[in-house]
């Protein structure tokens, strides 16, 4: 199996990779999020104690995760995405929930 960098956003984090494996082909995309849960556990400690308001940061969403949203057609569900915020509570910014 051999895997190619075909694209690096240094914006995003988001990576293109092309891989081959016996006889089948394919591309992907990653993302590091590294970056991301360090500003969300900042922003989480920083806001302890706060009450709830209008107009609070929730949570961040990594690009790689917005693009699948506005394919899915999900990104304006508030529902959804406060479901998707539930399932990957290290991406929250706040300590309450919502």
Request: proline share 2%; hydrophobic share 40%; net charge negative.
């Amino acid at each position: 199996m051999s895997k190619i960098i075909l694209n690096e956003n240094q914006t995003t984090g988001v990576q293109t990779f092309y891989e081959t494996a016996e006889e089948a082909e394919r591309f992907t995309t990653a993302q590091n999020v590294d970056d991301i849960l360090v500003h969300a556990a900042e922003a989480r400690h920083e806001t302890q104690g706060e009450r709830y308001g209008e107009f609070r940061r929730m949570a961040v969403m990594p690009m790689s995760v917005v693009g699948q949203a506005m394919r899915e057609g999900w990104l304006f569900d508030q529902a959804r995405v406060r479901q998707w915020v539930k399932d990957n509570p290290a991406f929250k910014t706040f300590d309450k929930n919502f």
